[in-house]
């Protein structure tokens, strides 16, 4: 039998976290199941926490069950890039503050990890998208995102003037302060925080939601995981800055074009539960599910 092996992406500077791993990787080694982490990570974990040490890089997760991800969503979204290229699945312990993307939070990691040992446990697909960059006929980014690919404005004390298309068909063009192309998993996300709604993962579009827009009509749009947006930057403007996930970024001159669709690679997450999306949402976000004129208990 093949020697099980996970990878373990670490938000390294924080204490608790480092703690977190070293129990973790104890509860692995009494099980059979061997460790590996990235180079970077390495010099401030104990080295009892791993058997290898891998670059970061597609082939960081290769061979691996699954990565297992102690941090916060920015963790979660660094760790989706490297298990990406393997297609493995990614798992979760938020050791932050709401950690919308982590499957369980630092109370459960020994739930978490005992699950994984006895391979109790879900994989399910999210969306993604892919996305390319190109001015004229150069290719200037071709990239992908699991929460949103956004065109920002490159300078704070200018907007940024766009034109929006739908299946190569124009929608709509405004001054503003950029426009995310989000996924369902991304609707919580920075798409949220920009006025987007809230779509449950399950649903299959996307989304796109202008940030700041001076227009009559620039209200957030839900459309087929079929359709192919674009966002081209005024050939006459200012140049603008092209963001996925917020790790990859580009920079996008003038007359530039971005174009978002569904991605043919999806997203593997770990679930432990089936927990109702419903229920996370209200947890994370501290909903009141009870109004005033509810009656008491």
Not at 111 to 131: F, G, K, L, P
Request: proline share 7%; net charge neutral; hydrophobic share 45%.
């Amino acid at each position: 039998m093949t020697a099980r092996e996970v990878l373990l992406v670490v938000h390294t500077g924080r204490s608790d976290t480092r703690h977190a791993a070293e129990k973790l990787a104890g509860w692995f080694a009494d099980a059979g199941i061997k460790l590996r982490v990235l180079e970077r990570e390495a010099p401030d974990l104990d080295p009892s926490c791993y058997q290898r040490v891998l670059p970061a890089g597609p082939q960081a997760a290769e061979g691996t069950e699954l990565v297992f991800v102690l941090g916060g969503d920015g963790t979660l979204l660094r760790a989706a890039e490297l298990a990406r290229p393997a297609e493995v699945p990614v798992l979760a312990v938020n050791m932050g503050r709401v950690g919308f993307l982590a499957e369980a939070d630092s109370d459960l990691l020994e739930e978490a990890v005992s699950q994984v040992i006895a391979q109790r446990y879900e994989v399910v697909n999210r969306m993604t998208v892919d996305v390319t960059a190109t001015l004229g006929d150069r290719q200037l980014a071709r990239t992908w995102a699991l929460n949103e690919a956004s065109v920002e404005k490159s300078s704070r004390e200018r907007i940024l003037d766009v034109r929006i298309e739908v299946d190569n068909r124009p929608v709509s063009s405004f001054g503003c302060d950029g426009v995310l192309c989000a996924t369902p998993t991304g609707s919580t996300a920075y798409a949220f925080s920009a006025g987007g709604p809230v779509v449950w993962p399950d649903v299959q579009a996307l989304l796109v939601v202008p940030s700041n827009a001076h227009a009559m009509f620039a209200r957030p749009l839900v459309v087929s995981p079929k359709s192919r947006l674009a966002v081209e930057v005024d050939p006459s403007g200012h140049p603008a800055v092209l963001c996925c996930d917020g790790r990859r970024t580009f920079v996008l001159p003038p007359g530039a074009r971005v174009e978002v669709v569904g991605g043919k690679i999806p997203a593997r997450l770990v679930k432990l539960r089936q927990e109702p999306f419903t229920d996370r949402l209200v947890q994370k976000f501290e909903l009141p599910v009870q109004g005033w004129r509810s009656p008491r208990a």
